[in-house]
């Protein structure tokens, strides 16, 4: 079998993998590890701690977090520093040439008579590139299981992408553990919360570090169970055992299309023997997969990621899914779980880079419903009230933005975007939990509005979130999107910026949704901090801040406690710095040490496992036009909250959400528009009203109408007279035998052996007699059919 | 395959035989007990299955996984001996894990549930009925088989009759005539084995398993067939669409430890059957057949999933998903490849654990609030906090999530299906949908919501019922997170089943993974003449 001797050539060769390495590499098991110990912990344990099992989990995730960002430390040595032994025996290592701002391919395949020549030139090249150390990634993996021959492995894949998952997860989840202990402080269910914490940073940490496929969907449906569970935390509410059983089950279509992806590359790819990704990966970059099972692989694959990452059009649970606790939202359906879509086509990118063909086109799948995503989320993102659903639309526009970017070919764009992302977007949810905290409702209109007199600070954590989500420079958002932008390759203007090909659509796309992003999110922040106060009437009845016992819980809002506003400083000192790691190429005003620094170390670029792509080169023009497009969408929404509303409000002296006589009450055409984008584009009757009320009620009906009355009706029609004769046995032996046997139990034994004596003697005889008279008549039949 | 039998592995106790004697002694123990103290009934019945558990964990440990092609602990001695009818006993590494299950189910389910009334004999039948389950997965004789497979039926009528609820009578006379239906059927067609071979072969009348399906002496026609009589008591008991609806009416109206045997050991009578003596004694109207089986599997499947989704009972929501479930066994078993087969074998296991507690969580959750209309109860949650814990972990196990026990099972198979007939195991994996839509569904309107009513009130899990459940969470997560030594132990004998087949069946090669190399989708239609080709066998 050529694929195993190939395998086993991939592996041991070492040409994009190595089994001994640094010790933190090897042993990053140990991180998910942590927390899935603290999970079990808290269960048992938790309700016992001083702390209920709160700081169980925070120093279990502390941990996972230094360990997190020693191996980060780790991989940077070992990408940088790292030696194959018998590098120049092996041809599939390819040269990563790191100049940018050409329009070519900036990688040179497998130069294998030059790849010896530069692993001994020096580490530090005069331009500043490593182009001598080939990117190697570490694995470390034991078998599972073994059935027929192949072998289910459990491992680790540690490469630069699982290291940045592994540190942005790991510190996500603590800063989302502290705030959690105020802002669940004295919830029912507060131990029981953590563990479940736990069991999510444990499971999602698993995820990103696994080295095969079967392992990937373990996680992955662990993190599902998770989602369900936390969302569902305040299940007695209806609305919010809804919006659990919504998310759970549209995720579950999804799998239907990872099933069968994995299942799918495992034969095509995996010749049906491993599941181990790197072989998977090295087996279709080097051409020898089929190309149509790779488009079956990443359609079907593709369902995963849209009910996963909430791309339209099964994004709606998304939504909904902010009837779970705020922290939940930021940790879960911001940073990481939604991302695991994301990631997992940046793991797998080779199935989708030469399943989409992406390279060398200007449309595609991936791309396009990325594109779609981010302006339709965006879109809805207006005309919600609700401060979390604003964010919610937003997380959706924003993961549209990492799939476009994938389905473009800008993968480093999209992971770095993953990353900046993950920071702004926790800042932001975990300061609209701030809020909420202090006016015990997530109701922009109704229950907040000049929020920054009573919390200052976590309005300046809003507004720098607010400004790194919109893109404004030189905030992460801006670094991020703007290569995403340049990574489409569709920018025409002084040249261009190369790339994979000219995805012309899909970069007018992303530029509508940054000045979309812009403006909803001014539109957020005045509806939440500026005008007056709308609040101060409490009504028990709002969601889930009414079980808190808050010593705030009257008068007045407050700033938050420090448990709060610490994490949101750190995420927010994210949201300004992140976007410096990864400078682009060319940038000139840094040292060219500085740019492309995320690139370099996390982009497998070379690596056998990895496709040959194309990196398009920042532009300043593009640099420049997006940006005054987002800044336009701000001021747009500017113009009309904090200068139109607000003097309206000031004339009519009460603090207004929006102009009296707005468009909607003019223009039908706008009022049909705004009718849509409440109702989110009829998604949800779609699916709840007419795909599963089918399913529940005509398709289930008639399954069961036709079983009890067409499958029954013959069977009980067809049995009528054995019925009979069975219900003479029935009364017989019920009423002979048994009670007998019953009655006879009252006496001594010897009634009862009499009892037992009398089924010996009649009725069991009479069982069998039917029986066999029956096996008689039918052997009859069957001896004169096999005679014919 | 079975060509060389292990000498007995050593062991001179008659285990085996034990094993299937102990419960029919203990129930004629228990007929003797005077009728005085009714609780000692429940503890010399539950101490009689308790040592039957011991002596089948005794062979588990025992059992040599090298060795686990061929019989272990073989009992031979002459029965009938004019019609070469003998009592043999042997397991392998297929019935291995079913005899395990078979062991620890029983005492569990006579320790959770007190009989409503006439403990004595309530408990006898139970105990005979064990014996005959035991027999079933044991019997190395055809004839041997077909009365086990019979005794089963007795005690399971009188079990639902008796102790039932609602429409007892008609659910028991349903399940005993269907049952019986199918059985007729098979016995015709062993005796047709039997007479058949000894004529063609012209050997002295034998109903050995190992020696009538290593002679293969049956005409194609003739073997057809007569697989398909056996065929018919299988897919009764398993129960396959279309002769499934004596199911939901039995487990309705059982009582609960009727329902827990019912769905965890009977109902893998069919399952091991189809093995045992479908696929062993006619391997090429297997390969025939597989199509036609893989199809009602699948409808099963769906179907099943369906019709759990409308259901307003929650016991009968659980049987229906029992039909679902058992479907994905049949697909593994026909997908005819060591994947499959040996993720069917341990669905049989998964299913008998999970189910069986559902239908225990479903018993005590009856047991106090007197009703199982999922529109009565609400909230459940709250008071009952534990018992809808381990309710969500059982069910997350039926659902097949990763890391407990389902999702093994229930993944191999769709590797299996895919490798041999992939357009199926397409199909099925939207099953892997559905059973979440019922069961999540049916798990929020139980447990979350408001409480109210009785429903406030409800008595949370007790220590003892936490006791008898918790065996069955620990082999949930043991066998989700470390299947290895289930399936080290079967796969020899899986092995050895397929070689079997590939040895008989001419032009019939193992659909293995590993030969599908590189996949050629491209030619779609190749693929599905390939089938076809299998459908019209040579």
């Keep these: 079998m050529t694929l195993s001797v190939l395998a086993a050539e991939a592996v041991s060769g070492g040409s994009s993998v190595v089994h001994d390495a640094n010790w933190f590499l090897e042993n990053a098991w140990l991180i998910p590890l942590l927390p899935a110990v603290s999970f079990l912990l808290i269960l048992f344990f938790g309700k016992r701690m001083p702390k209920q099992g709160a700081e169980i989990g925070i120093a279990a995730v502390g941990l996972s977090l230094i360990l997190a960002v020693l191996t980060g430390f780790a991989w940077l040595d070992h990408r940088d520093n790292f030696e194959v032994p018998g590098t120049e025996e092996h041809a599939l290592v390819v040269e990563a040439d790191g100049s940018a701002g ?21 580490e530090h090249a005069d331009e500043g590139h490593e182009a001598s150390h080939p990117y190697v990634a570490v694995q470390n993996s034991t078998q599972w299981l073994q059935s027929g021959g192949i072998e289910f492995n459990a491992g680790i894949l540690v490469d630069g992408l699982s290291v940045m998952m592994l540190f942005m997860v790991s510190l996500v989840s603590l800063l989302v553990h502290i705030y959690s202990t105020d802002y669940v402080g004295g919830d029912r269910r507060y131990t029981h919360f953590f563990a479940f914490l736990s069991l999510f940073t444990a499971s999602m940490l698993f995820f990103v570090v696994s080295d095969n496929i079967l392992q990937m969907i373990v996680g992955w449906e662990l993190v599902g169970v998770c989602s369900f569970v936390l969302i569902g935390h305040w299940w007695e509410e209806k609305p919010n055992s809804d919006a659990a059983l919504k998310a759970f089950l549209t995720n579950r279509v999804g799998d239907i299309g990872l099933l069968v992806g994995m299942i799918t590359l495992f034969f095509a790819a995996g010749g049906g023997l491993t599941f181990d990704t790197i072989t998977i990966n090295s087996e279709i970059v080097a051409g020898n997969v089929s190309h149509t099972a790779l488009v079956v692989a990443a359609a079907s694959l593709m369902a995963a990621v849209m009910s996963k990452s909430g791309q339209f059009i099964l994004h709606t649970w998304l939504p909904d899914a902010m009837a779970g606790p705020t922290p939940v939202s930021a940790l879960i359906h911001a940073a990481t779980m939604v991302v695991a879509g994301i990631f997992m086509v940046a793991r797998l990118y080779p199935v989708f880079f030469e399943g989409m063909q992406i390279g060398g086109s200007s449309i595609n799948l991936l791309a396009t419903v990325g594109a779609i995503t981010l302006v339709f989320g965006g879109l809805l993102a207006f005309v919600q009230d609700d401060i979390k659903k604003v964010l919610a639309y937003s997380t959706v526009s924003q993961l549209g933005y990492m799939a476009m970017a994938l389905g473009v070919g800008a993968w480093t764009a999209a992971v770095f975007h993953l990353f900046t992302h993950a920071f702004f977007k926790a800042n932001l949810f975990l300061g609209s939990g701030s809020v909420a905290h202090a006016v015990h409702s997530f109701d922009m209109k109704k229950d907040m509005g000049g929020m920054r007199k009573f919390m200052p600070k976590t309005y300046v954590t809003f507004i720098i979130g607010s400004l790194a989500l919109a893109g404004i420079f030189p905030l992460a958002g801006f670094w991020s999107k703007d290569e995403i932008l340049v990574g489409t390759g569709g920018w025409g203007l002084f040249g261009g910026t190369g790339g994979n090909g000219a995805y012309t659509f899909h970069l007018t796309m992303g530029m509508i949704g940054a000045g979309l992003t812009a403006a909803y999110m001014t539109r957020a922040i005045y509806l939440t901090f500026h005008g007056e106060y709308r609040g101060g009437h409490h009504d028990e009845a709002h969601g889930e801040d009414a079980d808190h016992d808050d010593a705030h819980a009257h008068g007045d809002p407050h700033e938050s406690g420090p448990r709060i506003l610490v994490p949101l400083y750190i995420l927010s000192g994210f949201a300004i710095l992140a976007g410096l790691l990864n400078l682009p190429s060319g940038f000139q005003l840094v040292p060219d040490s500085w740019q492309e620094r995320f690139g370099h170390f996390i982009e497998p670029a070379g690596a056998s496992y990895f496709p040959v792509i194309g990196h398009g080169g920042p532009s300043w023009s593009l640099a420049i036009v997006s940006s005054a497009i987002a800044v336009g969408g701000g001021l747009f929404a500017f113009y009309y909250y904090f200068v139109r509303v607000d003097r309206m409000s000031k004339q009519l002296g009460e603090s207004l959400t929006g102009l009296p006589d707005g468009l909607t009450s003019r223009n039908s055409l706008a009022r049909v528009g705004h009718k849509v984008l409440v109702e989110k584009y009829y998604l949800d009757h779609l699916y709840t009203g007419v795909i599963a009320g089918f399913t529940k009620g005509p398709l289930a009906r008639a399954a069961y109408w036709v079983n009890q009355n067409v499958i029954d009706r013959a069977v009980d029609t067809a049995g009528t007279t054995s019925v009979r004769a069975g219900r003479v046995i029935y009364d017989r032996i019920d009423q002979g035998a048994i009670d007998g046997l019953i009655d006879g139990t009252g006496k001594a034994s010897d009634a009862s052996g009499q009892g037992l004596r009398h089924i010996n003697s009649g009725k069991v005889q009479n069982y069998a007699a039917i029986l066999f008279a029956g096996a008689a008549l039918l052997a009859g039949a069957f001896i004169i059919i096999l005679a014919l | 395959m079975h060509a060389l039998i292990a000498a007995s592995s050593g062991a001179t106790f008659p285990v085996l035989t034990a094993l299937v004697v102990t419960p029919i002694l203990g129930a004629v123990v228990l007929l003797l007990m005077p009728a005085s103290r009714p609780e000692h009934f429940k503890q010399v019945a539950f101490l009689i299955s308790a040592v039957v558990g011991a002596m089948s964990a005794w062979v588990m440990f025992e059992f040599e996984t090298g060795a686990a092609a061929s019989f272990q602990f073989v009992d031979r001695a002459d029965w009938i001996e004019g019609l070469g009818i003998s009592w043999a006993l042997g397991i392998d590494g297929i019935s291995l894990w079913l005899v395990v299950l078979t062991g620890a189910l029983f005492p569990l389910a006579i320790v959770a549930i007190n009989a409503e009334h006439t403990p004595k004999a309530y408990f006898s039948w139970i105990l005979v009925l064990e014996a005959g389950c035991m027999g079933v997965f044991l019997a190395l004789d055809l004839f041997a088989f077909f009365v086990f497979f019979e005794i089963v039926l007795v005690p399971m009528y009188f079990l639902i009759a008796q102790w039932g609820h609602g429409d007892r009578a008609y659910a028991a006379t349903k399940f005993f005539l269907y049952t019986m239906f199918g059985s007729a059927f098979m016995l015709v067609g062993i005796l047709a084995t039997a007479f058949l071979t000894a004529a063609e072969t012209g050997n002295a009348l034998t109903f050995d398993l190992v020696e009538i399906a290593e002679s293969q002496a049956l005409a194609t026609t003739t073997a057809r067939w007569i697989f398909l009589s056996f065929a018919l008591a299988f897919a009764v008991k398993v129960p396959l669409f279309p002769v499934h609806t004596w199911l939901p009416d039995a487990h309705t109206n059982a009582p609960t430890a009727g329902s827990v045997i019912l769905a965890g050991v009977m109902l893998k009578l069919g399952t091991y059957g189809f093995l045992r003596f479908g696929i062993y004694l006619f391997p090429e109207a297997a390969v025939y057949f597989a199509p036609l089986m893989l199809t009602l599997g699948t409808i099963g499947i769906l179907y099943g999933a369906i019709a759990a989704t409308m259901q307003r009972d929650l016991k009968r929501l659980v049987a229906y998903s029992s039909v ?20 069917g074998i341990l669905q049989m296991v998964n299913h008998g654990v999970s ?24 909230g459940l949650q709250k008071p009952a906090p534990i018992f809808a814990a381990v309710f969500m972990v059982v069910m997350l196990s039926s659902i097949g999530l990763p890391g407990l026990n389902g999702f093994v099972g229930e993944f191999l198979t769709l590797i299996g299906a895919f490798a041999a007939h992939r357009w199926w195991a397409v199909v099925a994996a939207s099953g892997v949908v559905i059973a979440a839509l019922y069961l999540l569904w049916a798990y929020q309107r139980v447990f979350h919501g408001p409480a109210e009513g009785e429903n406030a009130t409800m008595k949370d899990l007790t220590l003892s019922e936490g006791l008898v459940m918790l065996p069955f969470l620990a082999a949930i997560v043991f066998m989700g997170v470390y299947p290895k030594p289930v399936l080290e132990r079967m796969e020899p004998a899986v092995d050895a089943l397929i070689a079997h087949v590939e040895a008989n069946v001419d032009g019939f090669h193992e659909a293995e993974a590993d030969e599908l190399h590189p996949i050629e989708l491209d030619d779609l239609e190749h693929l599905e003449s390939d089938d076809a080709d299998h459908g019209e066998g040579e």
């Design chain 1, 102 to 122: 050409s329009d070519e391919l900036t990688l040179t395949a497998a130069a294998e008579e030059e790849s010896d020549e530069h692993a001994e030139t020096d």
């Design chain 2, 355 to 378: 189910t069986g507690a559902l239908f225990l969580l479903v018993g005590m959750l009856y047991e106090r609030r007197h009703t199982r209309q999922i529109s009565e109860l609400g």
């Design chain 2, 324 to 343: 679902a479930h058992l479907g994905f066994i049949i697909i593994g078993t026909f997908a005819l490849n060591t994947e499959g087969i040996e993720g």
